[in-house]
């Protein structure tokens, strides 16, 4: 389900944003479907991707593919973070997010 106009993008930690994929199911835009651009459309479409592939392999139960995703984004962010001391380098270093943009360059 792809979810425009969120209200959630209101919220400290999240409003510098304007998408997010929080499963594979389920995609958060800060905007009205006008004002989302096809590249960013692409890259919340690789990391729904990335979750059902994580799915595929992780152990079966409801939630371990999207609890092991979000584990491994949120120590790859930690550890970022520390070693480079910068919010946006450690964002961009994460290995799920380089992998969206691969895929959101490949399509483009």
């Known amino acids: 389900m792809i979810v425009y106009e969120s209200k959630l993008f209101k919220l400290p ?4 944003y304007i998408g997010i994929t929080l499963t594979s199911r389920l995609v958060l835009f ?5 004002e989302v651009s096809k590249y960013l459309e692409d890259h919340e479409l690789g990391h729904e991707v ?3 592939l994580v799915d595929s392999v992780a152990i079966p139960g409801a939630w371990d593919g999207i609890v092991t ?6 120590f790859s962010y930690i ?5 480079t001391r910068s919010h946006w380098q450690a964002y961009k270093g994460i290995v799920w997010e380089r992998l969206a943009r691969e895929f ?4 483009v």
Do not use: M, Q
């Open 30 to 34: 800060a905007g009205s479907k006008e």
């Open 79 to 83: 550890y970022l973070l520390i070693k």
């Open 69 to 74: 995703l979000w584990v491994t984004y949120l």
């Open 13 to 16: 930690f999240i409003r510098n």
């Open 104 to 107: 959101s360059d490949a399509t």
């Open 50 to 52: 990335e979750f059902a």
